[in-house]
């Protein structure tokens, strides 16, 4: 349980929305004092770099994604939110089938992160697949989904890491901790 949970001492529900909810937290502060918190409170995610290869540079699936927020496509690696009782892996097992239409003989937990803690609870988990079979046919987009694969060595999506070509968060965090820690090969 964290520090802000245990010290709430209140709560009201603004906003119930279908991807997230908005809630009002009065919360006693570490000093003592109290205040107010906007959370939002969003049931947890998965994500997963799909790993079509091994070797010294190892070839990752990669997906352009039109994201509104964003103000366009960006680069990402299949995710999504968390089911009601779904497991971490089995969610990202069926976004891998979605979004990349494949499956994965293989898996590796990465990491789980908060995305931004200033104001929301949501947490992200982070896995790699491996000895994929891949069939673009069956990939299942949503209807808001508009998405295009790319095969990408390694060191090519470090690159575009550093150039600012590649800024969703959760993809740079689960390609770093890929590329520093070299898991599941």
Known sequence: MSDEVQDRTAT????????????????????????????????GAAAVIPV??????????????????????IWEIPAGRLEPGESPEGCARRE????????AARWQRLTTVYTTPGFTDERIHLFAAFDLVVKPEDQRPEPDEFLELKPV????????????????????????FFAGFRLGL
């Open 12 to 43: 009201r529900r603004i906003y119930s929305g279908r991807v997230v909810n908005l809630d009002v937290d009065t919360v006693r502060y570490p000093n003592g004092t109290s205040g107010e918190l906007e959370m939002i409170r969003h049931p």
């Open 52 to 73: 079509l290869s091994s070797g010294d540079d190892p070839q990752l699936l990669l997906i352009r994604q039109y994201r509104y927020a964003a103000g366009g496509p």
């Open 96 to 103: 891998l089938l979605e979004e990349a239409g494949a499956t």
């Open 153 to 176: 060595p390694t060191s090519e999506a470090l690159a575009m890491i550093r150039d600012g070509e590649l800024v969703d968060a959760k993809t740079a965090v689960a390609v770093l």
